[in-house]
T-cell receptor
Framework: DTGVSQNPRHKITKRGQNVTFRCDPI?????LYWYRQTLGQGPEFLTY????????KSRLLSDRFSAERPKGSFSTLEIQRTEQGDSAMYLC????????????FGPGTRLLVL | GEDVEQSLFLSVREGDSSVINCTYT??????LYWYKQEPGAGLQLLTY?????DMKQDQRLTVLLNKKDKHLSLRIADTQTGDSAIYFC???????????FGTGTRLQVTL
């Protein structure tokens, strides 16, 4: 088990372009979370999946953001028409839903929008 | 709403104990966590405590929870230079629940 992986690790894009990030959770984990972390802040929740169902979305997740987890395994987070304010670290976490749920985080994808 | 607060910075000498503090506002918090983040990296889970406990010890780490005051602390014994990082306190209200993080405390360990 290699833990949660995320690709790419870094992405530089121009304002207005679309970007897509991928997260591969720990293999037996049924829950997958996306968070965003800006400089000097703690991570903020964006959205969460249980298997392939997207069960909760934050108000931070504007219409330009979409996340999928088509087969209940890996997930993608797409940002359309990127803005400079989207520059942040995007973190993915996964967990196995039992009575105590511990979320394990990936290394993150750092996005810079020029 | 939920709010988690931490002091921004702590400097300790190698070998001393570090105590990082956190306060939270959500009285329905069920689990409280400590994560460590090194520069440019993701978050590493250090330990967690259930809200009906008041203390948990795990090797060099001791977590104290005062539920009445909604205060959580992390004590690191015999702090090493490798402990230099940002430490985040986080809370959740149970299963299938998002984590709410504090702003993080940067721990600097000096020789």
């Amino acid at each position: 088990d290699t833990g949660v992986s995320q690709n790419p690790r870094h992405k530089i894009t121009k304002r207005g372009q679309n970007v897509t990030f991928r997260c591969d959770p720990i293999s037996e984990h049924n829950r997958l979370y996306w968070y965003r972390q800006t400089l000097g802040q703690g991570p903020e929740f964006l959205t969460y999946f249980q298997n392939e169902a997207q069960l909760e979305k934050s108000r931070l997740l504007s219409d330009r953001f979409s996340a999928e987890r088509p087969k209940g395994s890996f997930s993608t987070l797409e940002i359309q028409r990127t803005e400079q304010g989207d520059s942040a670290m995007y973190l993915c976490a996964s967990s196995w839903g039992l009575s105590q749920e511990t979320q394990y985080f990936g290394p993150g994808t750092r996005l810079l929008v020029l | 709403g939920e709010d988690v607060e931490q002091s921004l910075f702590l400097s300790v000498r190698e070998g001393d104990s570090s105590v990082i503090n956190c306060t939270y506002t959500d009285s329905s918090s069920t689990y409280l966590y400590w994560y460590k983040q090194e520069p440019g990296a993701g978050l590493q889970l250090l330990t967690y405590i259930f809200s009906n406990m008041d203390m948990k010890q795990d090797q060099r780490l001791t977590v104290l929870l005062n539920k009445k005051d909604k205060h959580l602390s992390l004590r690191i014994a015999d702090t090493q230079t490798g402990d230099s990082a940002i430490y985040f306190c986080a809370e959740s209200t149970g299963t299938a629940s998002k984590l709410t993080f504090g702003t993080g405390t940067r721990l600097q360990v000096t020789l």
